[in-house]
Structures are given as C-alpha cells and as structure tokens.
C-alpha cells in the first residue's frame, strides 16, 4: 500500500478537517475547509504545499474556508456536481462512481445523499481510507435536512456495501460521544457498543478525538448500519418490518434525543 501521511485538525468546536499528504507525488488534499486558518496553520506547521481542495457539500461549516484557502494556495476546488452552484470556486465537479487520480492519488466518489441532496463521499483505496463528512459518523449519521429518510437509509448502505471492513473513516465532527449515549439507549445488550462507549468515555475524558473510525467497527456497533438487523428491529419494537421503517423510526427517536 502506497505511503500515505495524514493530519486530522479539528476546527469550529467540534469540526474536523483532514490533510492528505501523498510523499512521492507531494500532492496534498484537504477534505473539506470549515476553517481557513486551521488549514492554512497545519500546512505551515508540516511544510505541505497544498494542491486540491475536496468538498463533500455545501454547508457552511464545511466551505467557509474554501476562499481565503485558495486564493492563498491556488488549490484546485473539486465537489459534488449537484451542488456546485452552492460550493465557492469549483474548478471540478463529481459524481457517483466517478473514478480519478490526483497526482497518484485515486480516488472513488461516492454520492450518499439525504444530510443534503448532493453530498458525496470519497474513497482512497490505496491508503484504505474514506471520508464520509456528515453522511456517517462514528456510532451515528447525520441528520436529514434536505434529504429524506429513506435516502440516508440507502446512502449508509451504499458505504456498508462499497468500503471494505478495513477501511479507517474520517467523519465531518466529534460527534462520538453523543452518539454513543443514543446508540446505548437503543441496542443496551451490544457487546461491541459497550465496548467502545466505554472507550470513547475514556479518550474523551482525556482531550483525544474518536477519531477515525473503521467500518469494521461501525458495522458492530452503529445501529444506523444495523437497521436490517433483525436483533435490533425488534429491539424498537419493529420486528419483521422493513430496514428503511427502522431506520427512520431510530432517526427520528435519535432527533428528540436529550
């Protein structure tokens, strides 16, 4: 597997951004820009010239850095075609199943609707890695704002289906302990839930991040990709009914969640 260095920088309270650093070509990528200065101090801080800007959708906390990180650098803007009229300075638009190289970096979009309409994921096979901005996150989704419920449902299958059981996940936010809280409250009796709420308490307690995640991980212990389980299903009181009907109703229980 080629070499690979990555640096994740949270932002805004509970965002993240993420460099990609591929040594051998020295193309850099940021997956999404919440914050210009973040970015901006972490390629001052490793000595990375920045070469492409990725954007997974619209929303401001993920593109109000794009500008002043462009014009700073002159990085190429790439994101989904379907919002590119909402995504400042795109150079490159993507779609589903589109498949391209950076400078030796290759790359697979992945369309995962339903947080927005268009928002797309990215997945970079030979560092194992995919970034999933608000789509999935570790132990939960995001929330369905422009999509619908049954969208995300798909979309969260999609990346169940595509990305191998190794693959480590990069998520938009710090959303981990929250969601472990919920995820608890649905699926009490899961062994590997218990497990790693535990250990997001305790990383969490001492100032480190959740993340990444891994999508062997996810698939164990994130109800949001369990709901064709039949286990969990009946756990909601939805035995026997379809994956999309218990998705929506742990949507919906986890919008009202306190």
């Known amino acids: 597997m080629t070499a690979f260095e990555i640096r994740q920088v949270p932002c805004l309270g509970d965002n993240y951004l993420?460099?990609?650093?591929?040594?051998?070509?020295?193309?850099?990528?940021?997956?999404?820009?919440?914050?210009?200065?973040?970015?901006?101090?972490?390629?001052?801080?490793?000595?990375?010239?920045?070469?492409?800007?990725?954007?997974?959708?619209?929303?401001?906390?993920?593109?109000?850095?794009?500008?002043?990180?462009?014009?700073?650098?002159?990085?190429?803007?790439?994101?989904?075609?379907?919002?590119?009229?909402?995504?400042?300075?795109?150079?490159?638009?993507?779609?589903d199943g589109e498949k391209f190289e950076l400078g030796g970096i290759r790359i697979e979009a992945i369309s995962?609707?339903?947080?927005?309409?268009?928002?797309?994921?990215?997945?970079?096979?030979?560092?194992?890695?995919?970034?999933?901005?608000?789509?999935?996150?570790?132990?939960?989704?995001?929330?369905?704002?422009?999509?619908?419920?049954?969208?995300?449902?798909?979309?969260?299958?999609?990346?169940r289906q595509r990305l191998p059981a190794a693959t480590t996940v990069y998520c938009g936010h710090e959303y981990t302990q929250a969601n472990a809280r919920f995820a608890l409250s649905v699926d009490p009796r899961n062994a590997a839930l218990k497990a790693r709420a535990a250990a997001v308490d305790a990383a969490r307690a001492e100032g480190r991040p959740t993340l990444p995640t891994d999508m062997a991980s996810e698939c164990a212990a994130n109800p949001f990709l369990r709901a064709d389980d039949p286990a969990l299903a009946a756990a909601v009181g939805l035995g026997g009914a379809e994956p999309a009907r218990v998705f929506a109703e742990l949507r919906t229980r986890k919008d009202h969640f306190r």
């Open 112 to 159: 995962t609707p339903g947080h927005t309409l268009g928002q797309v994921s990215y997945y970079l096979p030979d560092a194992g890695i995919a970034f999933t901005g608000d789509t999935l996150f570790s132990l939960g989704c995001g929330r369905v704002i422009e999509g619908r419920l049954d969208q995300m449902w798909a979309s969260l299958l999609k990346l």
């Open 18 to 95: 993420v460099l990609v650093h591929h040594p051998e070509s020295t193309t850099t990528l940021v997956v999404d820009v919440p914050d210009a200065d973040a970015a901006l101090s972490a390629l001052n801080e490793t000595g990375w010239t920045l070469t492409h800007i990725l954007i997974t959708h619209h929303h401001a906390d993920h593109i109000q850095g794009v500008p002043a990180v462009k014009a700073a650098t002159g990085a190429t803007v790439i994101g989904p075609a379907a919002e590119a009229a909402r995504i400042p300075g795109l150079e490159r638009e993507v779609a």
